[in-house]
C-alpha cells in the first residue's frame, strides 16, 4: 500500500534500533515480560490515584476526538492517565495491557469511581488480534517503549478501529540543561533516539494519511536535594571524565530553588496522531501471525 515519496531508509529498524540501550543491546524489559510485570507490580503502587500533571493538555486534546456514544478501546492504560476520563465520556471501554497488575489496579479504580462500563484484556497489543472495526475509537498514549513489531500495533489500530484511531507520544525538545552541557562542553548525551515522526511516516509506508496535532506542555520536577538533582540531570552524558563543576553550573541555570528543594520546569510538546481507518485488506498487511488468545480480566 506504499504510496507517495520513496524513502531511503527503514523507520521500523530505526524505531527498533532506538530501544536499545547505548551499549547495542535491548534492556531485560524489552524482551523478558517477567521483569516487565515485576516493574509495574512496584511501580503501580507508587503511581496510583496520582495521574501526572503534564497529562491534563493532551487528555484534554483527546477527549475532543472521542464522542459520548463512542465504544472505545484504550492500548497500554499505565496507571490511567487518560483511562478513568475516556471512560467517563465514552459509552464503553476496553484496555488492553501486557501488564497483570496495571489490569488490576485499573478495574479495581474503575470500580471506586463507578465507572461500570469498562473491561480489561490481558494482551500484548501487537499479538492480539480484535475483530474488525469492534470499536469507534482506538488510542494509546505512550505505551509503545516495548513493541518491536510496531508495524503490527499500527495496522491492529487501524484494523480495530471503526471511526478514528489515535496514537500519543511525547516529544522534544529535551531538557534544555543537555543541550548547553553538549554544546558547552562538547560531551556526548544519550538524547532520544524515538519518536513521533518514525511513527507518521510507518503509517505513510503503510498509505495512512495521519493528521498531526502539536500539544505544548510542561513539566515540573521536584528535588529534595542538591544530590538528588544532580544525580537525576547529569545521568545522561555519556563522557567518562567531563568538567562536572561546569555541567553542574549550567544545569543550576535551569533550576530555582524552593521550600527546602529544587524545581526544574521542563517545557516539551506531545503529538497526536490521529486518522480515519483504511482498507489495507488487499495487501494482506493484516494478516498478524501468532495472534494470541486474550485473556478477559
Not at 510485570?37 to 503501580?44: P, R, V
Not at 540543561?177 to 532520544?192: A, P, T, W
Not at 528535588?223 to 562536572?244: G, M
Not at 528543594?261 to 521542563?266: K, P, R, S
Request: hydrophobic letters at 40%.
Amino acid at each position: 500500500m506504499y504510496h507517495g515519496v520513496r524513502f531511503d531508509m527503514n523507520f521500523k529498524q530505526l524505531w527498533q534500533e532506538g530501544m536499545k540501550d547505548w551499549n547495542g543491546e535491548l534492556p531485560e524489559r524489552m524482551t523478558d515480560d517477567s521483569k516487565e510485570e515485576a516493574f509495574w507490580e512496584t511501580f503501580i503502587p507508587k503511581k496510583a490515584n496520582a495521574l501526572d500533571d503534564y497529562a491534563a493538555a493532551i487528555r484534554t486534546e483527546l477527549l475532543r476526538l472521542i464522542e459520548p456514544g463512542d465504544s472505545v478501546l484504550e492500548v497500554g492504560p499505565g496507571w490511567g492517565n487518560y483511562t478513568f476520563a475516556a471512560a467517563e465520556k465514552a459509552s464503553a471501554l476496553t484496555c488492553v495491557d501486557s501488564s497483570r497488575s496495571v489490569l488490576d489496579y485499573l478495574q479495581e479504580e474503575t470500580r471506586r469511581q463507578g465507572l461500570p462500563h469498562t473491561r480489561f484484556i490481558h494482551a500484548k497489543w501487537e499479538e492480539y488480534m480484535p475483530p474488525a472495526e469492534s470499536f469507534d475509537v482506538v488510542f494509546g498514549i505512550n505505551c509503545y517503549y516495548r513493541m518491536q513489531q510496531i508495524d503490527r500495533a499500527l495496522l491492529n489500530m487501524n484494523h480495530a478501529a471503526k471511526r478514528l484511531a489515535i496514537i500519543g507520544l511525547t516529544s522534544g525538545p529535551e531538557k534544555p540543561h543537555l543541550y548547553e552541557i553538549h554544546r558547552q562542553l562538547g560531551c556526548k548525551i544519550k538524547f532520544q533516539r524515538r519518536d513521533y515522526i518514525y511513527l507518521t511516516n510507518m503509517l505513510y509506508e503503510l498509505g495512512i494519511d495521519a493528521n498531526c496535532k502539536i500539544i505544548d506542555i510542561q513539566r515540573t520536577y521536584r528535588y529534595d536535594s542538591e544530590e538528588q538533582l544532580i544525580k537525576a540531570n547529569l545521568a545522561a552524558i555519556q563522557d567518562a571524565d567531563y568538567d562536572r563543576k561546569a555541567a553542574e553550573a549550567i544545569l543550576h541555570q535551569y533550576v530555582i530553588e524552593h521550600d527546602g528543594g529544587y524545581l526544574y520546569t521542563h517545557q516539551f510538546k506531545a503529538a497526536l496522531l490521529y486518522w480515519r481507518p483504511q482498507k489495507l485488506y488487499a495487501s494482506g498487511a493484516l494478516k498478524v501471525e501468532g495472534a494470541l488468545e486474550a485473556k478477559e480480566a
